[in-house]
């Protein structure tokens, strides 16, 4: 029995040892343990303070997005207000309903502030008799636009018929001979397409002109030409 002491004594101080290393290490893990609940409400204020930066940005976003549409909106009513105003809208019906076919346009006419309707006709009526038509076959004249300082408004005439605006088409290269009218051009009353179309049959004639000096162009059929002289 004594010699059992000894292993006794032994496993009672290893018994001890355990149980201290197990109360160290328990001391430990309570220490990590603080360590991440720390940690975690670290993270958690972070986060917290990322999502309310997000939300003054999300909210300062709308407030521009907002502001931008009622901008927006305005002019968008403003533009169509303008666009649908009665006056505006005659004139697109206008436009789009007139019968053409007899109708010239006069560019270059001298043009005053103070012109009188009288004074318009007096000016055609020279025009006309210089290229020895009747001025009788002209129903009406208009300047067409405001007056601007510098500028010649054009004359749409009213004509009264087709015939005669051919015919008048066809005379008007004769004012090229008189040091009055020369700088006068008479065309025919298009359409806003058909101007649209016209700018781009000029510029095309005046790049071909340009690119081949020694020849002749003209606008034939609603296409640029070379015209044999």
Known sequence: MERCYPLLDRLSTEVEDNERKLLDSQEELIVSQRALVEAQGQLVKLQCELLGKRDKEITAVQSIAEEEIKTFSSVLKKSCDSALAPKRIRTAITSATEDRTSNVIVHGLFDDPSESSKDLEHSVCGVFDYMGECVTSVYSMTRLGRYKEGTDRPVKLRLSGREFRDLILSHKSGLKKSDRYKDLYISPDRSPEEREERRKLVAELKER????????????GGKVMEVVV
């Open 209 to 220: 002109k340009a690119a081949a000096p020694g020849k002749t162009f003209g606008i034939r």
